[in-house]
């Protein structure tokens, strides 16, 4: 069974950092290129980072330069650093294994990252 878990959310001033944290089991995890996607109020669901099994990794515009994924797969895990926060982050974040562009398996709980003064 899959189960994916997010971690690390929180409320944080305009500029501050998060690290978000994923843990995740029941598949194959090194295989997989694996994403951050986020929603925020009233918005669809999008993808904002996402690396593969060989570590290269893409970012959707908005957060390039701010936002660093990374993975570690001995611990199945995979996190997300987000630097110099702006309102327009807040979202609730949610880890998956990718599939064009999309999450591959069912989402978890996911994590609110609120920015705001």
């Known amino acids: 069974q899959v189960q994916l878990v997010e971690s690390g959310g929180g409320l944080v001033q305009p500029g501050g950092s998060l690290r978000l944290s994923c843990a995740a089991s029941g598949f194959m995890f090194s295989i997989y290129k694996l994403g951050w996607y986020r929603q925020a109020p009233g918005k669809q669901r999008e993808l904002v980072a996402a690396?593969?099994?060989?570590?290269?990794?893409n970012y959707t515009d908005s957060v390039k330069g701010r936002f660093t994924i990374s993975r570690d797969n001995a611990k199945k895990m995979v996190y997300l650093q987000m630097n110099s926060l702006k309102p327009e982050d807040t979202a609730v974040y949610y880890c998956?294994?990718?599939?064009?562009?999309?999450?591959?398996?069912?989402w978890g709980q996911g994590t609110q990252v609120t920015v705001s003064s």
């Open positions: 998956n294994a990718d599939l064009l562009g999309r999450g591959r398996y069912p």
């Open positions: 690396i593969t099994s060989g570590g290269s990794t």
